[in-house]
């Protein structure tokens, strides 16, 4: 079962913008490097954005697009995504980085209407 719970997903416009959230369900990701992934038809599970001690890192691909922010109280961590494009159609997860394979949750699904 999984330790993560994402929310958020939906169908958008490309151009458009909507925000992911996950929830955390053990205390101890409170601390720890949190990232989200995205996994589209017949391509891998990638990682496009993660966050660590306030520090966050992106995909190239989505660099200046997707900005990833986290509320540690609430052990939730957030993925506003702007400006999407029909690729960033996926599967979006989140897990701690590098990923752990038990804590994967069920995701949520992104549609990007072109």
């Known amino acids: 079962q999984g330790q993560f719970v994402e929310s958020g997903g939906g169908l958008v416009q490309s151009g458009g913008s909507v925000r992911l959230s996950c929830r955390g369900l053990?205390?101890?990701?409170?601390?720890?490097?949190v990232g989200w992934y995205r996994q589209a038809p017949g391509f891998e599970r990638e990682l496009v954005a993660h966050?660590?001690?306030?520090?966050?890192n992106y995909a190239d691909s989505v660099k200046g697009r997707f900005t990833i922010t986290r509320d540690s109280a609430q052990n939730t961590v957030y993925l506003q995504m702007n400006k999407l494009k029909p690729e960033d159609a996926a599967v979006y997860y989140c897990?701690?980085?590098?990923?752990?394979?038990?804590?994967w949750g069920q995701g949520t699904q992104v549609f990007v209407s072109s």
């Open positions: 966050i660590v001690h306030g520090t966050t």
């Open positions: 053990i205390e101890a990701f409170k601390l720890a490097p």
């Open positions: 897990n701690v980085v590098p990923p752990n394979s038990v804590y």
